[in-house]
């Protein structure tokens, strides 16, 4: 148990600081951000809404009170990093930060329930 304990938290907390970094970039350095965006052919409206759904999604994460909305927090992260692998593999930038950030997903999500039961 300690060991899925201490998975669950590393994962979770490097995940939650690697959001809430990319969410403070987003508002901090947004005309930067949406050039990149463009650069990768998303749209650069999204640039704010992702950025708040970043930090709604930690907030969920870590209160964990519902379920439902937990379970899409995660969705929603997973989703968000397949994403911006695939966006930075096809623009040449390699598969990056993301492309490891979605292991710290899935051993947050698959170790949660055994340390944070509903």
Excluded: Q
Excluded at 2 to 23: E, H, P, Q, R
Excluded at 51 to 76: C, F, P, Q, R, S
Excluded at 97 to 111: D, H, I, K, P
């Amino acid at each position: 148990m300690k060991i899925t304990k201490a998975i669950y938290w590393g994962s979770t907390v490097l995940l939650c600081a690697l959001m809430l970094f990319s969410a403070g970039m987003y508002f901090v350095n947004t005309e930067e951000v949406k050039t990149i965006f463009e650069g990768f052919g998303y749209p650069s409206y999204i640039v704010i809404p992702l950025a708040i759904l970043k930090v709604a999604g930690v907030i969920t994460i870590l209160l964990k009170k519902n379920k439902w909305l937990t379970e899409w927090a995660y969705a929603g992260f997973f989703f968000d990093l397949v994403l911006a692998t695939a966006a930075h593999y096809y623009a040449g930038d390699g598969l990056g930060v993301s492309f490891f950030a979605m292991f710290l997903v899935l051993a947050s999500y698959f170790t949660a329930n055994s340390v944070r039961p509903y």
